[in-house]
T-cell receptor, first 112, second 116 residues
Framework: GESVGLHLPTLSVQEGDNSIINCAYS??????FIWYKQESGKGPQFIID?????DKRQGQRVTVLLNKTVKHLSLQIAATQPGDSAVYFCAEVLSGTYKYIFGTGTRLKVLA | DTEVTQTPKHLVMGMTNKKSLKCEQH?????MYWYKQKAKKPPELMFV???????INESVPSRFSPECPNSSLLNLHLHALQPEDSALYLC???????????????FGQGTRLTVV
């Protein structure tokens, strides 16, 4: 289940289950969105991206959904594995700028 | 080579010290970034360089001074820092204006800075 701590929401899922991580972005002018995975002590690592003219994009085991009406992104991870345990951030890129602005983040814990 | 390399990995400095963080990429990217990340928080944008010129300064205190000597290198000079400046400092690069190319920013592993 999902819990919201003081700073970082945590999602705990059983190994093999599907995970859904949500993100609310802030600016309706953003036109490019990225999901990053950050493991402890490392920099953010690209997972998947989506442009504002799309509402769904699939990768290997991952799918990103974009709902511009409510400014919402989600990341779906199929058959979650222990190696998926990390903090996941969405990032929005403001149209006409170089700014990659990160959302709050969600910690994913995969239970054996 | 698809890496952004940051040195040092760890740095402990006193409040009166002067130190520099270094970042290097050889992907031909023309936009480079410094981010600051506190524990359990998202990365926060500090500076953006575009074609070796400072294009964005997110109201960062002057004790942080960025420098872009060439298209592959980015430095962050530190002077008279405070303990609350302790954080993970991340460097990133991207090919060009994100709105034109719609590509991700590539991040380094970061420098873990502790100010004592």
């Amino acid at each position: 289940g999902e819990s919201v701590g003081l700073h970082l929401p945590t999602l705990s899922v059983q190994e093999g289950d599907n995970s859904i991580i949500n993100c609310a972005y802030s600016n309706s002018a953003s036109d490019y969105f990225i999901w990053y995975k950050q493991e402890s002590g490392k920099g953010p690592q690209f997972i998947i991206d989506i442009r504002s003219n799309m509402d769904k994009r699939q990768g290997q085991r991952v799918t990103v959904l974009l709902n511009k009406t409510v400014k919402h992104l989600s990341l779906q991870i199929a058959a979650t594995q222990p190696g998926d345990s990390a903090v996941y951030f969405c990032a929005e890129v403001l149209s006409g700028t170089y700014k990659y602005i990160f959302g709050t983040g969600t910690r994913l814990k995969v239970l054996a | 080579d698809t890496e952004v390399t940051q040195t040092p990995k760890h740095l402990v400095m006193g409040m009166t010290n002067k130190k520099s963080l270094k970042c290097e990429q050889h992907m031909g990217h023309r936009a480079m970034y410094w981010y600051k990340q506190k524990a359990k928080k998202p990365p926060e944008l500090m500076f953006v360089y575009s074609y070796e010129k400072l294009s964005i300064n997110e109201s960062v205190p002057s004790r942080f001074s960025p420098e872009c000597p060439n298209s592959s290198l980015l430095n962050l000079h530190l002077h008279a820092l405070q303990p609350e400046d302790s954080a993970l400092y991340l460097c990133a690069s991207s090919p060009r204006r994100a709105v034109e190319s719609n590509t991700e920013a590539f991040f380094g592993q970061g420098t873990r800075l502790t100010v004592v």
